[in-house]
């Protein structure tokens, strides 16, 4: 690499510029790089205080070759919005045909730069090939949707050397950003959008159901505009099929529109194009509802949304209370209580969050023992039931009222053994009710319309494996199934579709993908949020872990839940406000306040439950 050689006495390490909120300057290094061999990657911004913006280094004179794709990769990882700096590294026309926001590939470690054999001749001296390598983690496509990956990253970029200035620039380079998890983690931040469940209604209030759809923007890029933006454009492509939303085709913001923050009364006002100018207040109301869902969950500051026209007039707003009159929201729901079965295989209730250790039982044939019950389910209005005998072979439904009746089984499993016989039931908000048979002879993942009548057959054709656990989400469009398959147990979250063929219904569960990718054992799992479920598991030759996971795959933000031996059954409302709450083979019946240990709440006790 001669011409590399010729710089090498004014080169100097790429190096990116931080400006802190309070203006100090901070440099973030990185250490320099040979002219020729194998180079090794290395993360190339350290995790940052989120109160941290970074700002690339443009290329220097007469930097060489390794240098400009090392700054490069480093500008990648920056808070450049558009990113300009790194536009610096690449000849005019790469510039042109580069679209960073068609993906970024998330590796293990910042990516590997390998120096591919030099051809003979001219081509040695003006042009050179790096490839990029490293282990993906992850993908986020251009909707901004996060997909776990696996596998080997390789891809080539090109560089020249302009004949005029004589200065190295990147001519051919991959689509897309790609840089190392800890960057990753630096630069995006995954939050919560909000449309309504297409063909789902919330029980006896008819209100449509609010669902998440889980994204990840550039945490420092404008993040407010920026999820505006994607929950107009509409729903990832994974749940699109089952949800609607309330803005016309061809809504945007008003052109130019940037910088959407909250007011001084906490409100973030949000200017439509015309596209949106003649809806009615209903479907504005909707809109603005979608718009505070989705903004509270990124800033849980705001108060209010309002819609302003495209001429400026005021269109409509919404604050939390007309939000929740407008759509129901599994987890603005606090539950009224926590259930389980006492030691007499009875279901028992205390109050959901208090601090007390008294239980009683339930109104009705479960609280009286009339059936002895193995797992149970409450319906989110907490009025119906449905339990597993003890036996795992019949499963009932009963009302939650003093003069409710047992009446006859609604499905019956012929399986030979307990364990191959029916799991515990769940509900969602419309008030359906979900089981599996585990039948080896006819394994097969059940619907009950409103918990009662015929229960329909539900297909899941891309089932591998016998699913071993069933809890649906309180929105009735995605349904997380733990399966076993080959002695090993996986977690995945499916999408449900309904459809209606000479008035029978059909349901599917489709696009079954892993929630706990690296996962060999998944022992308990419940719905932690709307988008988010805490798992107990454990990692190939690892030890059990309870911990908190996203439905498509990535790891939320903050600590996992304080570590717990032994557990059996996990529990878990929406409503963050409520504790967790395990059976542990050693303590029985225990509970996670915010923020502290576990408590021991009952020592005979199992099958510990939240309505859903």
């Given at each position: 690499?001669?011409?590399?050689?010729?710089?090498?006495?004014?080169?100097?390490?790429?190096?990116?510029?931080?400006?802190?909120?309070?203006?100090?300057?901070?440099?973030?290094?990185?250490?320099?790089?040979?002219?020729?061999?194998?180079?090794?990657?290395?993360?190339?911004?350290?995790?940052?205080?989120?109160?941290?913006?970074?700002?690339?280094?443009?290329?220097?004179?007469?930097?060489?070759?390794?240098?400009?794709?090392?700054?490069?990769?480093?500008?990648?990882?920056?808070?450049?919005?558009?990113?300009?700096?790194?536009?610096?590294?690449?000849?005019?026309?790469?510039?042109?045909?580069?679209?960073?926001?068609?993906?970024?590939?998330?590796?293990?470690n910042g990516p590997s730069i390998q120096t591919n054999p030099r051809p003979a001749g001219r081509e040695g001296t003006n042009s050179i090939t790096y490839t990029l390598q490293g282990s993906r983690v992850a993908t986020v496509d251009a909707q901004q949707?996060?997909?776990?990956?696996?596998?080997?990253?390789?891809?080539?970029?090109?560089?020249?050397?302009?004949?005029?200035?004589?200065?190295?620039?990147?001519?051919?380079?991959?689509?897309?950003?790609?840089?190392?998890?800890?960057?990753?983690?630096?630069?995006?931040?995954?939050?919560?959008?909000?449309?309504?469940?297409?063909?789902?209604?919330?029980?006896?209030?008819?209100?449509?159901?609010?669902?998440?759809?889980?994204?990840?923007?550039?945490?420092?890029?404008?993040?407010?505009?920026?999820?505006?933006?994607?929950?107009?454009?509409?729903?990832?492509?994974?749940?699109?099929?089952?949800?609607?939303?309330?803005?016309?085709?061809?809504?945007?913001?008003?052109?130019?529109?940037?910088?959407?923050?909250?007011?001084?009364?906490?409100?973030?006002?949000?200017?439509?194009?015309?596209?949106?100018?003649?809806?009615?207040?209903?479907?504005?109301?909707?809109?603005?509802?979608?718009?505070?869902?989705?903004?509270?969950?990124?800033?849980?500051?705001?108060?209010?949304?309002?819609?302003?026209?495209?001429?400026?007039?005021?269109?409509?707003?919404?604050?939390?209370?007309?939000?929740?009159?407008?759509?129901?929201?599994?987890?603005?729901?606090?539950?009224?209580?926590?259930?389980?079965?006492?030691?007499?295989?009875?279901?028992?209730?205390?109050?959901?969050?208090?601090?007390?250790?008294?239980?009683?039982?339930?109104?009705?044939?479960?609280g009286a023992g009339t059936k002895p019950l193995r797992s149970v389910a409450v319906a989110r209005d907490e009025r119906t039931a449905a339990g597993v005998t003890s036996d795992a072979r019949t499963l009932y439904v009963s009302s939650l009222a003093s003069?409710?009746?047992?009446?006859?089984?609604?499905?019956?499993?012929?399986?030979?053994?307990?364990?191959?016989?029916?799991?515990?039931?769940?509900?969602?908000?419309?008030?359906?009710?979900?089981?599996?048979?585990?039948?080896?002879?006819?394994?097969?993942?059940?619907?009950?319309?409103?918990?009662?009548?015929?229960?329909?057959?539900?297909?899941?054709?891309?089932?591998?494996?016998?699913?071993?656990?069933?809890?649906?989400?309180?929105?009735?469009?995605?349904?997380?199934?733990?399966?076993?398959?080959?002695?090993?147990?996986?977690?995945?979250?499916?999408?449900?579709?309904?459809?209606?063929?000479?008035?029978?219904?059909?349901?599917?569960?489709?696009?079954?993908?892993?929630?706990?990718?690296?996962?060999?054992?998944?022992?308990?799992?419940?719905?932690?949020?709307?988008?988010?479920?805490?798992?107990?598991?454990?990692?190939?030759?690892?030890?059990?872990?309870?911990?908190?996971?996203?439905?498509?795959?990535?790891?939320?933000?903050?600590?996992?839940?304080?570590?717990?031996?032994?557990?059996?059954?996990?529990?878990?409302?929406?409503?963050?406000?409520?504790?967790?709450?395990?059976?542990?083979?050693?303590?029985?019946?225990?509970?996670?306040?915010?923020?502290?240990?576990?408590?021991?709440?009952?020592?005979?006790?199992?099958?510990?439950?939240?309505?859903?």
């Open positions: 690499m001669g011409a590399d050689r010729e710089g090498s006495a004014r080169r100097g390490p790429v190096r990116a510029v931080a400006y802190a909120v309070c203006g100090a300057l901070l440099l973030a290094g990185c250490a320099s790089m040979p002219d020729s061999g194998n180079l090794q990657g290395v993360e190339s911004t350290p995790r940052q205080d989120t109160q941290v913006r970074v700002f690339a280094m443009p290329p220097q004179q007469d930097a060489s070759s390794t240098e400009i794709v090392q700054g490069f990769l480093e500008a990648l990882t920056s808070d450049d919005p558009n990113y300009d700096t790194a536009r610096q590294y690449l000849t005019k026309a790469a510039s042109k045909s580069w679209r960073p926001q068609v993906q970024a590939t998330v590796l293990a949707a996060y997909t776990p990956a696996d596998g080997s990253y390789s891809r080539t970029v090109h560089l020249t050397r302009d004949a005029k200035s004589g200065q190295w620039r990147i001519d051919s380079l991959p689509q897309g950003v790609v840089m190392g998890r800890s960057d990753f983690q630096r630069n995006y931040t995954s939050v919560d959008k909000y449309y309504f469940a297409s063909d789902t209604s919330a029980g006896e209030t008819g209100q449509p159901v609010a669902v998440a759809d889980p994204v990840f923007v550039r945490s420092r890029v404008d993040p407010t505009t920026q999820l505006v933006r994607s929950l107009i454009k509409g729903p990832t492509a994974w749940l699109g099929p089952v949800v609607r939303s309330s803005f016309p085709t061809g809504t945007a913001l008003k052109k130019g529109v940037s910088g959407l923050t909250p007011d001084d009364q906490n409100q973030v006002t949000v200017p439509l194009n015309v596209k949106a100018s003649r809806i009615g207040s209903a479907k504005c109301s909707e809109m603005a509802t979608q718009l505070l869902f989705t903004l509270r969950n990124l800033t849980p500051t705001v108060d209010s949304v309002a819609l302003q026209s495209v001429s400026g007039a005021h269109m409509c707003d919404v604050d939390e209370s007309q939000a929740e009159a407008t759509a129901w929201r599994a987890s603005t729901k606090r539950p009224d209580y926590l259930y389980f079965l006492d030691g007499k295989h009875r279901l028992v209730r205390m109050a959901a969050g208090g601090t007390g250790t008294s239980a009683f039982a339930v109104p009705g044939p479960f003069d409710g009746s047992l009446g006859d089984a609604v499905l019956t499993s012929h399986g030979a053994t307990e364990n191959d016989r029916l799991t515990a039931p769940s509900w969602d908000a419309r008030g359906d009710l979900w089981v599996a048979d585990r039948d080896p002879a006819k394994p097969q993942l059940y619907m009950l319309e409103h918990g009662v009548g015929q229960p329909l057959a539900v297909q899941v054709p891309e089932l591998n494996g016998r699913v071993e656990d069933v809890r649906v989400a309180a929105d009735g469009v995605r349904i997380a199934l733990v399966v076993e398959k080959d002695g090993k147990q996986s977690l995945l979250v499916g999408r449900i579709e309904r459809t209606k063929s000479d008035d029978q219904q059909e349901v599917s569960v489709l696009e079954l993908r892993s929630a706990t990718p690296g996962s060999e054992e998944v022992t308990a799992m419940s719905w932690a949020g709307d988008s988010r479920l805490v798992v107990v598991g454990r990692e190939q030759g690892g030890v059990q872990q309870t911990r908190y996971v996203q439905v498509d795959g990535s790891t939320p933000d903050g600590a996992a839940p304080a570590a717990l031996t032994g557990v059996l059954a996990i529990a878990a409302s929406e409503d963050d406000r409520v504790p967790l709450v395990a059976r542990s083979q050693d303590d029985g019946i225990v509970r996670l306040p915010s923020g502290d240990q576990w408590q021991k709440v009952v020592k005979d006790g199992s099958a510990p439950v939240y309505p859903g």
